[in-house]
Every structure is written in structure tokens, then in C-alpha cells.
């Protein structure tokens, strides 16, 4: 008990500082790049495949943006099957639209949509076109406190169903942020849940550094994340 005490406490993403990702926590942040910034956020998870993620995003307007995201993936060979590894897992090409934003109200929300596309190889790929839908939605409780929270759904052809969900509640401490998260899925293979804490650092206005650890409730997820990332304004 005095740990589901502890996650209601802790829960997501940075509020302050000069600028807001969509890592290293699972919670989409409700808040569109401006336009003509380019933003890039890079990790590296250590799970049971180990993954070097790089999420491209640029403000195509005040209330659109556009997404790319890869995934490097290292993968052990298993049952005397010898698997080339490292490559590419499939490309998700995608956009995040702002529904609603306004300076009096503390609730923002956007619709984030991406499009995966079968392009890996063999043991890397989903096999298929894919859709990963999500509303977002947060909402500022104080100058430091906000809650977030995303419902999702998700479908790759040729694959059930998935239905998503990520609640957090955000802490920050000057240039430091803390968080913690609750979020899982739901499909007729399975229904995962999980929750993870972190530690964010705003290095300069446009750099920030991540570092956070996840653990599963119901299943064996288990991993360790470190990670960065840096905004660019084009308009400089």
C-alpha cells in the first residue's frame, strides 16, 4: 500500500523550464511544439532487447506538429537461432494536434496519431501496417504540480486490438523534475500493467537530461533508461 502511496505522489513529466518532451515517461505531454522548432529526444533503454530510440519532432504551425520515430534494436539470438543484431525496428511516421490550449484555463489537450510502417527485417518488424492513436490530456494543478493522463488505441494489422492507458502526476524542483507513472494496455492476448519513476535535469533552456527505471506489476517488464534531449528554434 505504501508504494501505490508513493507512484500517486510522484507521477510525470517536468512542467517548468524552457522545454517539454514526450520522454523518458510513457505519458504523452498535451502541449504542441511552436512552430519552426525542432526538437529531438534520444534514448537508450536496457530491457530484454536492448533499444536506442531518436523521436524527431518539428512545429509545422502553432498547432500542428510532425513526428518521426525510430528504434534501434539489439537482440540476442535465442533457440539456436543465430538473429543479426543490431537494426532498425519499423518507422513511425506521425502528428500531434492541439485541441485545446488558453492561458485562463489550467487544461490542455491534443490528439497525437502516428503510422507504423512495416520496413524492418525479420525478428524486428510487426509484419504489418499499423495505426497508435491517442487523446491527451493534462491538467496544471499549480505553478509546479500538473496531472496527465492518455487514452489510446492501437492497431497493427494482423495483430488484436490494443487499448491504452497512462496517468501521471508531475513534481518539479527548479531545473530538476521528478515523476513517477502508472500506465498499461489492454487486448484479448493480454493486458499488461506497469508504473516507472524518473529524474529530469534541465541542463540549458533548450537541453535536458533524463534518467528513469520501470518495473511491471503483472508481468516481467523490467528496465532502465538513460537520455536526452535538445530543441533547435529555426527562426534564429
Known amino acids: 500500500m505504501k508504494k501505490i502511496v508513493l507512484l500517486i505522489l510522484l507521477i510525470s513529466s517536468i512542467i517548468n ?9 510513457q505519458t504523452e505531454a498535451s502541449i504542441v511544439l ?17 533499444t536506442f530510440n531518436n523521436l524527431f519532432r518539428f512545429g509545422l504551425s502553432e498547432s500542428v506538429e510532425i513526428r518521426l520515430n525510430t528504434n534501434y534494436i539489439f537482440m540476442d539470438s535465442k533457440e539456436g537461432v543465430n538473429i543479426p543484431s543490431p537494426k532498425f525496428g519499423d518507422i513511425e511516421l506521425g502528428t500531434k494536434i492541439q485541441l485545446f490550449s488558453s492561458e485562463k484555463h489550467t487544461t490542455t489537450v491534443a490528439f497525437l496519431s502516428h503510422i507504423s510502417i512495416p520496413t524492418a527485417s525479420k525478428y ?10 491517442r487523446i491527451l490530456i493534462s491538467h496544471d494543478l499549480s505553478q509546479t504540480l500538473s496531472i496527465g493522463y492518455n487514452l489510446g488505441y ?7 486490438d490494443t487499448f491504452i ?10 531545473s530538476w523534475g521528478v515523476y513517477a507513472e502508472l500506465f498499461g494496455e489492454n487486448s484479448k492476448k493480454e493486458s499488461p500493467n506497469s508504473y ?3 529524474l529530469t535535469y534541465l541542463i540549458k533552456e533548450n ?30
Open 196 to 198: 516507472d519513476l524518473g
Open 34 to 50: 511552436p512552430k519552426n522548432i525542432l526538437q529531438i529526444e534520444s534514448g537508450f533503454s536496457v530491457d530484454q532487447t536492448n
Open 207 to 236: 537541453i535536458q537530461f533524463d534518467v528513469s527505471l520501470g518495473k511491471g506489476f503483472n508481468n516481467k517488464m523490467d528496465y532502465f533508461a538513460l537520455g536526452v534531449s535538445w530543441n533547435y528554434d529555426l527562426n534564429k
Open 165 to 174: 492507458y497512462t496517468l501521471a502526476l508531475a513534481k518539479s524542483i527548479g
Open 17 to 25: 523550464g524552457q522545454i517539454i518532451t514526450d520522454r523518458p515517461d
Open 124 to 133: 524486428y518488424t510487426n509484419d504489418g501496417w499499423g495505426t497508435l492513436n
Open 154 to 160: 492501437n492497431k497493427v494489422y494482423g495483430a488484436p
